[in-house]
DNA sequence: AATCGGAGCAACCGCTCGAGT
DNA sequence: GACTCGAGCGGTTGCTCCGAT
């Protein structure tokens, strides 16, 4: 023989909103019991609740319980729901289990208002993070974006150049030529897109030769990489390859800014963008940075820039 | 001041899985 | 082994609040 059935279908088992009484019956109740519910079922009878035991597992579970943390989401834990959910998928009781005090539940509803919005709007498909096909993303214009970006990939070029120019050269060159291309191009989001493509394939090709700091273009730049969710991964190894106060960690961190920023505005299509800032002008102040020779004295780097700033 | 629409969130619904009979 | 239920989970709904018009 089974069991009888749940109280939840019963007539007269109230539902909706629960009542600071109800609330204080629930927590009294628990309380009591040393925190120690037994069965979710005959609670309500025991604590005097004309509710069903699903529903005051609900409340306490989500609401009531003292070790419920509240306020807003963290940059930390953000990130944190991310990365956990491009491998974890929509397993939000299990995400919830690595962030301390909060909910499934709460993960849940902070998960599809923001962070699924947010990633929407950076072109990135939030069930599969993987960059959308052009169709599919938000191409709003948004000319504070593009204004940033030529700046942010000078930055990260300086971070590349302070980093060394030994091995790898040419390489980082050519990618770095493709992005520009892709920044400067005229043509529709299509070739946008090949151009980044290309600079990816470049980047995947020449993994074993090409500094970290050239990850850099590829980690923040767009989102274009495959998995958001790796990003910040990358992100972290750039800041632990340098430190703070050092050159190349100041023009890292500087583009990592920009591109952050940059990143949170809806890329237009490059045919939409405003006219670029003066070459001259976004170059001059990281001849600023100590130990920058590269970009001011080496016609190498500057030639190329300018190049293909003129695309 | 009134109305409308969107965002955020608490709570409900329905399904799955494991355990009891 | 078959059946039934409880607990837990993810998806969805509907209420409330707030800003825009």
């Known amino acids: ?76 834990e953000e990130r944190l729901i991310i990365t956990l959910h ?17 909910t499934d539940n709460e993960i849940k509803n902070y998960w599809n208002t923001h962070i699924r919005k947010k990633l929407l709007r950076m072109g990135v498909d939030p069930v599969t993070h993987q960059q959308l096909p ?28 302070l980093g060394g120019l030994d091995t790898g050269a040419l390489m980082q060159a050519q990618v770095l030529q493709q992005l520009l291309q892709a920044i400067g191009s005229n043509n529709s989001t ?17 993994s074993s030769i090409v500094p970290n700091q050239m990850n850099y273009l590829q980690t923040g730049y767009l989102c274009n990489t495959s998995n958001f969710a790796e990003q910040h991964v990358v992100q972290q190894q750039l800041t632990n390859d340098t430190s703070p106060g050092t050159s190349t960690f100041a023009a890292a961190e500087r583009a990592d800014q920009l591109c952050n920023t940059a990143a949170s505005y ?37 030639d190329i820039l300018e190049d293909s700033y003129c695309l």
């Open 1 to 76: 023989m089974g069991r009888s059935p749940c109280c939840c279908h019963d007539a007269g088992v109230k539902k909706g909103p629960w009542t600071e009484e109800e609330d204080k019956a629930l927590v009294e109740h628990i309380q009591k019991r040393g925190g120690n519910v037994g069965s979710w079922r005959g609670l309500p009878k025991a604590a005097g609740l004309n509710r069903c035991g699903k529903s005051c597992r609900l409340r306490w579970t989500n609401y009531l319980r003292s070790d419920i943390k509240r306020g807003n989401f963290s940059e930390e």
């Open 86 to 102: 491009a491998s974890l998928g929509n397993k939000w009781s299990t995400i919830a289990t690595h962030l301390e005090g909060r």
């Open 134 to 161: 052009p169709d599919q993303t938000n191409h709003d214009v948004n000319g504070a974006a593009a204004a940033l970006l030529p700046e942010a990939l000078l930055w990260a070029a300086a971070a590349v150049s």
């Open 190 to 206: 299509t070739g946008l897109i090949a151009n980044l493509a290309a600079a990816n394939t470049l980047l995947n090709s020449s």
């Open 266 to 302: 809806n890329v237009a299509p490059a045919g939409d963008w405003p006219p670029a800032q003066e070459f001259g002008g976004l170059l001059e102040p990281m001849m600023e940075l100590p130990g920058l020779c590269s970009l001011e004295g080496d016609s190498f780097w500057k």
